[in-house]
């Protein structure tokens, strides 16, 4: 029995260590989108995390309560058919997928609703490189630079295959198909060097198809977008 138990205790505190990682790595989200997928990702791991270490509970109680002994006897009624039982099992995953559910449909609300914004660029991707157009008709291919707080909508679309803009730390990622414009959007709420990167194969090229995301202080240039003053 004591070997059951430090094994369960072992098992518990593993899974609350993995929760402290995965809470101190994610660190502070970079944009409304990545906060709200990451809050969806906490709970998510929340859930997940309760009802494992429930069934491992459970589990382990089990076999050290009803383990087989030398004067083990088969009983002679056995119980079948509690309705209670069968109500609760039925019933906590229903909850569980409600609560996921209506998280889920918040963070794509949160996520897929472009708010009202000032700033439009167009992305155009080819292989194997990024060019942005500002709403002032300036141009700039591998540098894309944008004030921070400033609510930006990106129209995206390709020359020649297919490609997909990926911002890691936005959480940002939008297929750029030819012929087509996918919008999407983002608010940087903090200044800093971020990376953009094709997530799609596109060719031998795939791997170099690089640019990066410049986002600078408010007021710090005339203009909310595009090369320094």
Request: charged residues 15%.
């Amino acid at each position: 029995m004591g070997r059951l138990v430090r094994r369960a205790a072992l098992v518990v505190a593993f899974l609350f260590l993995i929760i402290l990682i995965l809470s101190n790595a994610s660190g502070q989200a970079v944009t409304p989108g990545r906060e709200a997928q990451d809050r969806l990702f906490a709970l998510v791991l929340t859930l997940a995390l309760i009802i494992g270490v429930v069934v491992e509970g459970l589990l382990i109680a089990a076999i050290i309560l009803f383990r087989r002994k030398k004067e083990f006897h088969l009983p002679s009624r056995v119980k079948t058919g509690d309705r209670r039982l069968e109500f609760i099992w039925t019933a906590l995953p229903v909850v569980v997928i409600a609560i996921l559910a209506g998280a889920t449909i918040s963070t794509l609300q949160a996520t897929d609703t472009i708010p009202e914004g000032n700033v439009y660029i167009e992305v155009s991707a080819q292989q194997w490189l990024w060019e942005f157009v500002y709403p002032d008709g300036n141009t700039s291919q591998g540098l894309l630079r944008v004030q921070a707080n400033e609510v930006v909508i990106l129209n995206i679309t390709s020359r020649d295959v297919i490609h997909s803009v990926f911002i890691p730390a936005f959480g940002l990622k939008v297929d750029a198909v030819p012929g087509r414009v996918n919008q999407y959007w983002f608010k940087a709420e903090q200044v800093g060097e971020y990376q953009i990167q094709c997530a799609e194969y596109c060719g031998v090229g795939h791997y170099g198809m690089l640019a990066s995301l410049e986002v600078f202080a408010e007021g710090s240039q005339s203009l909310p977008y595009g090369p320094a003053d």
